[in-house]
């Protein structure tokens, strides 16, 4: 079976209803970025940055993954499909893809401000318990934080990633400004003979690229076009 990597960003939950962060009305127009997305901001106004996730998973209850993400996970069907996301929501989940690398956290996911990245500290959140509260304790006693990682972070699971992509026959990359890195570097990983998909409506600003086969369009409509390409040749 050909191995696919679909790297995934903000433009692919955007059909279903979920803000991108750097279009116009993105997320980054209404707060600012240093405030609730960095450990800084973090331990200026520790408040404002969970109630900042507390509303973000609030509205995640009410969308759906969208054809986009279902087609994604309908390619595990003819081939072997890693999806590597910087997306902190679950739709990739919800619409069956199995094997993902959540890049930038989970936004349904809690854990400690001393040690986040400790897996015995990490804890799934539910429908019923979404919130997280100034006081709420992790399992080592120190304030439960969403499970996101932030501006001024490490990314942990990138060295996954790169190996991930490192063995790519085709990669697909859907909704993402690529302006974030170590993400945005993932790319150049591609072996040199394995085709490059992108998806995005809009033109995207990557430097030092190889060539690659821009699909104009939307997520959904997108994957629809570039699905019916890629079965014919598995
Ligand atoms: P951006 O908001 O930077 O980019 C979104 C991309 O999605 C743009 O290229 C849009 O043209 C494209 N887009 C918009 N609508 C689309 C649609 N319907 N279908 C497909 N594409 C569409 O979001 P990211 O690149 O994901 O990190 O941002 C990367 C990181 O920056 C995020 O993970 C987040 C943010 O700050 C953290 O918060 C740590």
């Given at each position: 079976?050909?191995?696919?990597?679909?790297?995934?960003?903000?433009g692919?939950?955007?059909?279903?209803g979920?803000?991108?962060?750097r279009?116009?009305g993105g997320?980054?127009?209404?707060?600012?970025?240093?405030?609730?997305?960095?450990?800084?901001?973090?331990?200026?106004?520790?408040?404002?940055?969970?109630?900042?996730?507390?509303?973000?998973?609030?509205?995640?209850?009410?969308?759906?993954?969208?054809?986009?993400?279902?087609?994604v996970?309908?390619?595990?069907?003819?081939?072997?499909?890693?999806?590597?996301?910087?997306?902190?929501?679950?739709?990739h989940?919800?619409?069956?893809?199995?094997?993902?690398?959540?890049?930038?956290?989970?936004?349904?996911?809690?854990?400690?401000?001393?040690?986040?990245?400790?897996?015995?500290?990490?804890?799934?959140?539910?429908?019923?318990?979404?919130?997280?509260?100034?006081?709420?304790?992790a399992?080592?006693?120190?304030?439960l934080r969403?499970?996101?990682?932030?501006?001024?972070e490490?990314v942990?699971?990138?060295?996954?990633?790169?190996?991930?992509?490192?063995?790519?026959d085709?990669?697909?990359?859907?909704?993402?400004?690529?302006?974030?890195?170590?993400?945005?570097?993932l790319?150049?990983y591609?072996p040199?003979?394995s085709?490059?998909?992108l998806?995005d409506p809009?033109?995207?600003?990557?430097?030092?690229?190889?060539?690659?086969?821009?699909?104009?369009?939307?997520?959904?409509?997108?994957?629809?076009?570039?699905?019916?390409?890629?079965k014919?040749?598995?």
């Amino acid at each position: 079976m050909k191995k696919i990597v679909v790297l995934t960003g903000a433009g692919m939950s955007a059909e279903s209803g979920i803000n991108t962060f750097r279009d116009s009305g993105g997320l980054w127009e209404q707060y600012r970025v240093e405030d609730v997305a960095s450990i800084e901001g973090y331990i200026r106004n520790p408040e404002l940055v969970i109630n900042f996730y507390n509303e973000r998973r609030k509205q995640l209850l009410t969308v759906k993954p969208n054809r986009g993400h279902e087609l994604v996970a309908a390619l595990e069907r003819y081939f072997d499909v890693t999806v590597v996301t910087q997306n902190v929501d679950d739709l990739h989940v919800r619409a069956g893809s199995t094997n993902i690398i959540h890049l930038h956290g989970e936004l349904m996911k809690a854990t400690s401000t001393r040690s986040p990245n400790d897996p015995t500290q990490i804890q799934t959140l539910t429908p019923d318990r979404m919130e997280i509260h100034m006081g709420d304790k992790a399992a080592d006693g120190s304030q439960l934080r969403p499970f996101i990682v932030w501006f001024g972070e490490a990314v942990p699971k990138i060295e996954d990633a790169v190996e991930e992509v490192m063995q790519a026959d085709i990669c697909i990359v859907i909704g993402t400004s690529l302006n974030v890195y170590p993400a945005a570097g993932l790319v150049r990983y591609v072996p040199e003979d394995s085709p490059i998909y992108l998806i995005d409506p809009a033109d995207v600003a990557w430097t030092a690229m190889r060539p690659y086969t821009h699909i104009k369009k939307g997520a959904s409509a997108g994957m629809e076009e570039l699905f019916d390409k890629l079965k014919v040749h598995c």
